[in-house]
């Protein structure tokens, strides 16, 4: 039996609650083997923006110097998340002739054709993150995935692409290299998270992927096993708590502990919440229909907003599949049946899959994005034909395009 190849790499999750840096390695199949993983609070960011670059280097450090100690490796590179309220998206067509002779399509073809797709005008304040092609035509014939080996004189690709604030994203790099770690490829995390949670069949029918963090909801809408549509909305958990905080009257430290003890998004009639041991809070009871009143309303505001940003009004018809929550504000019990009610639409919780070894707390929807991230990388890894890595020297290998990208986005 032939030796499996494995591969590995490290991956950071740069959120605004928490920071969490992942080492592992993918055999066959891709599955994770988990050898480490760091999480540390986050500092110095806002709403998934890096406010303040030595705190977010400090804060990344201390994931990344966690996961080494526990894997005993050195992380010198990993992919890394982006996300914030600066992501931008839309749907662009690029066409380009078949020259060869024998007008058959080839991989160059593909590159010409993507390449024309990403030709657009952009702000000089704004970079590419990704030209993702959804699907082909060749002449005239829609809904091809694979052209390579296909005879025609036209190629016409329709693409996803996907903006990012520059300064944002130099910020954000900046912080990672200061941490002493190279930015392997910047991935919008909602992509990363659909790796993840979502299934094949789940692409192909049309679901709505929501991962709900703490400052922020990353979207991502996949239909026909492709990305159709992507955002982000500067909402999450955060909002729950300072409404808690300040309809209850108590610290926001406080409303937090509550949430996590005692929230749910469909409210029960009775029982009584003690706020906290804290000074703060008094000790006084406080019901817990009233808090849960409160959480509903902010959940079912945060779920009518992912509809809403989303360009077509008939999603029922768009996702099929319905939506499938993430990120951790999904943890809140009854979110899925109150999703189901106010939206019409099947509900699931996304646990991260495919991973095994030192898999402690990551079947969490809070790490959701750090798997998804690894899984990314794995999947790309494979399709460049990489060799095993050397386990004594650096994790991962850079993919060419992919850096002569960042490092544009760096000296612009």
Partial sequence: MAKTKQCTFAAIDVGT?????????????????????????????????????????EAVKQSVIEAER???????????????????????????????????????????????????????????VHVIPKDYTLDGQVGIKEPVG??????DAETHIITAATTSIQNLTKSIRGAGVEVEDLILSSLASSEAVLTEEEKTE???????????TDIAVFKNGTVWHS????????????????????????????????????PIQNGLVETSDHEEGNGHGIATKDLCEIIRARVEEILRMIVIELPQ???????????????????????????????????????????YGLTDNLYNPAYATGIGLMLWGAKHEASEGLPP??????????FRHNMFRIKNILHR
């Fill in 231 to 266: 955002t982000v909305i500067p909402v999450g958990g955060y909002q729950l708590t300072r409404d808690i905080s300040i309809g209850l009257g108590v610290p926001f430290d406080v409303a937090e502990q509550m949430k996590k003890k005692y929230g749910k998004a469909i």
């Fill in 70 to 128: 526990v894997s005993g490796l050195n992380v010198h590179s990993a992919y890394i998340g982006v996300s914030g309220k600066h992501i931008q998206s839309l749907n662009n067509r690029g066409v380009v002739a078949i020259t060869r002779n024998d007008k058959l399509v080839s991989s160059n073809d593909l590159d010409r054709v993507l390449e024309s797709a990403r030709n657009i005008t952009i702000s000089d304040d704004r970079s590419l």
């Fill in 389 to 398: 890595s050397n386990l004594k020297d650096s994790i991962g290998s850079t």
């Fill in 313 to 355: 009004s008939d999603y029922i018809s768009l996702v099929p599949a319905g939506i499938v929550l993430t990120g951790g504000t999904s943890n809140l019990p009854g979110i899925e049946k109150l999703g189901q009610d106010i939206l019409r639409l099947p509900v699931r919780i996304g646990i991260p899959r495919d991973i």
């Fill in 150 to 155: 296909m005879h025609g004189f036209r190629l």
């Fill in 206 to 216: 049309g679901v709505i992927l929501a991962d709900i963090g703490s400052e922020t």
């Fill in 17 to 57: 609650s928490k920071i969490c840096s992942i080492i592992a390695n993918a055999g066959q199949g891709n599955a994770l083997r988990i050898l480490g993983t760091g999480v540390a609070p986050s500092k110095g960011l806002s709403r998934g923006v890096v406010t303040d670059i030595e705190e977010t280097k």
